[in-house]
């Protein structure tokens, strides 16, 4: 399967019952439902963080991205406005007027790994946040042979769609942007 068969498209309420078949599938992010970056409940455990990004889809609050195989979901991208997380680190981590997007983590279904899904997913949420009125979108990404967060992406897929370095977040990760403007 090639990234151009593939359909790459917003989470919103018509989409939250794919988006929890790809989370609590075999190996899917069921543990945190994506909101290690988001602002938490104050109960951390799965049903409680469930309910709480399913609350921001139901409020209209922009998510992220699946991606739909075969008219399947089988991948996943974060990608929001950066007050709609929790501090990512970096420069301008206090940014708060939702011109700047983050992308901040992804998932793909293991058969569908090493076929390009997570260039795919980048372009849609480039053109997600361009459509949105962002001027920014920034990534959190580590190299290649990083011991951990492997799931905000690999800096070279960013190098490759055309973010710029600009700081570290930590250790690992690096902070990477692309004007949209």
Same mark, same amino acid.
């Given at each position: 399967?090639?990234?151009?068969?593939?359909?790459?498209? @917003?989470?919103?309420?018509?989409?939250?019952?794919?988006?929890?078949? +790809?989370?609590?599938?075999?190996?899917?992010?069921?543990?945190?439902?994506?909101?290690?970056?988001?602002?938490?409940? @104050?109960?951390?455990?799965? @049903?409680?963080?469930?309910? @709480?990004?399913?609350?921001?889809?139901?409020?209209?609050?922009?998510?992220?991205?699946?991606?739909?195989?075969?008219?399947?979901?089988?991948?996943?991208?974060?990608?929001?406005?950066?007050?709609?997380?929790?501090? +990512?680190?970096?420069?301008?981590?206090?940014?708060?007027?939702?011109?700047?997007?983050?992308?901040?983590?992804?998932?793909?279904?293991?058969?569908?790994?090493?076929?390009?899904?997570?260039?795919?997913?980048?372009?849609?949420?480039?053109?997600?946040?361009?459509?949105?009125?962002?001027?920014?979108?920034?990534?959190?990404?580590?190299?290649?042979?990083?011991?951990?967060?492997?799931?905000?992406?690999?800096?070279?897929?960013?190098?490759?769609?055309?973010?710029?370095?600009?700081?570290?977040?930590?250790?690992?990760?690096?902070?990477?942007?692309?004007?949209?403007?």
């Amino acid at each position: 399967m090639t990234c151009n068969q593939v359909e790459y498209l @917003a989470v919103d309420n018509t989409r939250w019952t794919d988006l929890e078949a +790809l989370f609590e599938a075999r190996g899917g992010p069921h543990y945190c439902w994506c909101m290690a970056w988001r602002r938490k409940p @104050a109960d951390k455990g799965k @049903a409680s963080l469930k309910a @709480a990004l399913r609350a921001q889809v139901s409020e209209g609050t922009p998510i992220g991205i699946i991606a739909y195989a075969e008219k399947q979901p089988v991948a996943w991208c974060s990608v929001a406005p950066r007050p709609s997380y929790r501090k +990512l680190g970096g420069p301008g981590d206090h940014e708060g007027d939702g011109s700047v997007w983050s992308i901040a983590c992804f998932f793909v279904k293991r058969e569908f790994r090493g076929q390009g899904m997570t260039e795919g997913l980048i372009g849609a949420a480039i053109a997600e946040a361009r459509q949105r009125g962002a001027g920014t979108i920034e990534a959190y990404p580590v190299e290649k042979d990083s011991p951990s967060y492997g799931f905000m992406g690999r800096v070279p897929a960013f190098e490759k769609a055309g973010f710029r370095h600009v700081g570290r977040a930590g250790k690992w990760r690096r902070v990477m942007r692309l004007s949209l403007s």
